[in-house]
Nanobody, 119 residues
């Protein structure tokens, strides 16, 4: 059973920064593509950033390009989301997810961590 545990959320003022972490159990983390999603109240869940198994490819939603950075440490079974220049519209519950088939099919999900950006 693969388990994902996010941490690092909180309350921050606009313009501030947060770093989210997602620790993943299991021996095959280094084979998974990983993603960070978010869902704001009344909105659909959206993919914010994704990283492939090696870290050699990263993709971002247009709304966060240049402000957010996804990274991973396969030795620590952890994926990160560095969020800079935060805006009130970034307020959401953030989830990490694992794509073991590398076909953009996210099968394992964390419980989510709240990020609130005040204006």
């Amino acid at each position: 059973q693969v388990q994902l545990v996010e941490s690092g959320g909180g309350l921050v003022q606009a313009g501030g920064s947060l770093r989210l972490s997602c620790a993943v159990s299991g021996r095959t983390f280094s084979l998974y593509n990983m993603g960070w999603f978010r869902q704001a109240p009344g909105k659909e869940r959206e993919l914010v950033a994704a990283i492939n198994w090696s870290g050699g490819r990263r993709d971002y939603a247009d709304s966060v390009k240049g402000r957010f950075t996804i990274s991973r440490d396969n030795a620590k079974n952890t994926v990160y989301l560095q969020m800079n220049s935060l805006r009130p519209e970034d307020t959401a519950v953030y989830y990490c997810a694992a794509d073991p088939t590398r076909l953009a099919s996210y099968e394992y999900w964390g419980q989510g961590t709240q990020v609130t950006v005040s204006s």
